[in-house]
Structures are given as C-alpha cells and as structure tokens.
Nanobody
Framework: QVTLVESGGGLVQAGGSLRLICAPS????????MKWHRQGPGKERELVAA????????YVAESVKGRFTVIIENVKSTMLLQMNNLKVEDTAVYYC???????????WGPGTQVTVSS
C-alpha cells in the first residue's frame, strides 16, 4: 500500500518561488506514474505535471511551462515541483497523485496550500 504526503506550500509574492515535495511511503515499486494536480478557488481540479519513476516527464500544463519543473529523486521516489515566477493565478491547493499498479483511481495526498499574493 502506498501513501503520499505533500509539503512545501505556503504564501509567496508574485514572482517568487516555492518547491513542493511529495514523499511516498509503502511499496513504492508499485507506482507507475506520479502527478501534481491543483485546484484553485472556484475552479476544477487540473493536472499540472506528470512524471514516471524513471524520470520521464509525460505532461506539463501549458499554463506552467517554462516556470514549473517536475523532478523525481529516485532514491526515495520523492517527487518535487519547483515553481518559479509564481503568479496570482497559481494560487491553489496542490495535490500529489500516484497511479499505482492494481489500485483503481490511484492514491492521493491530502494536499498543500499555495497562495501567491500580488
């Protein structure tokens, strides 16, 4: 069984940077893809980035290209989201999601709040 915990959220001014961390635990060998999603106030949840355990990036949202970078640290399968040049519209709860072999719907973390002020 896999569980996920996010950290690194907070309050930052526009133009600033944050690094989000998703730390999986349990049988991480069953993870097939890791993703960052976000849900802003009054908005639907959207996919931000996706990456395979071998480091292959499979998706980056157009709205964050050139500003956000997703990385896997393979030793502990920790997924990072480096967010630079943050904008007010990046304000959201950011969720880590792992697609896990044999687990329909995958596994979700509880989320971490990112607030960007103008």
């Amino acid at each position: 069984q896999v569980t996920l915990v996010e950290s690194g959220g907070g309050l930052v001014q526009a133009g600033g940077s944050l690094r989000l961390i998703c730390a999986p635990s349990g049988d991480t060998t069953t993870i097939t893809t890791m993703k960052w999603h976000r849900q802003g106030p009054g908005k639907e949840r959207e996919l931000v980035a996706a990456i395979r355990p071998n480091g292959q990036i499979t998706y980056v949202a157009e709205s964050v290209k050139g500003r956000f970078t997703v990385i896997i640290e393979n030793v502990k399968s920790t997924m990072l989201l480096q967010m630079n040049n943050l904008k007010v519209e990046d304000t959201a709860v950011y969720y880590c999601h792992a697609e896990v072999f044999g687990a329909s719907g995958g596994v979700w973390g509880p989320g971490t709040q990112v607030t960007v002020s103008s």
